[in-house]
């Protein structure tokens, strides 16, 4: 068993666009061992985003617990809120971004098969301002 708060995790994934990333649980043995699913909390501060990317093996659901932001996956936009449950299908294209000015944009990233950096493949996307806003 493993309890884990992020005030815990000292290890922060800081990326390159701005999210901050505190794994909770996931394969290393440091952090639960698992097997079959693991759970990181992201913040994403105003302004920023992950980048585009996609899984090859992996699906992942978005929760989102805090602010508002913009979710693209593959051609299709939309907002995303506190309250959302987003998944995102191996193979899909996606990106998350923050255009809030003020408040983070927080949310589960919940992946099964744990997330590992050799199944994290950087991908391109059109512009998000580019294209017409969907509402969930």
Known sequence: MRVVRVDDITDVFH?????EIYELI???????ATSRLSVAY????PGKSSPAH???IAEEIYYVVKGRGTMQVNDKRFTVQAGHAILIAPSEIHQIRNYEVEGSLEFLAISGPPWTQADHHPAELPFLDELAEEQL
């Open 54 to 56: 996609r899984h090859e």
């Open 42 to 45: 992201v913040v994403i501060p």
């Open 15 to 19: 990326g390159e666009l701005g999210e």
């Open 26 to 32: 996931g394969q290393p043995s440091t952090i639960g």
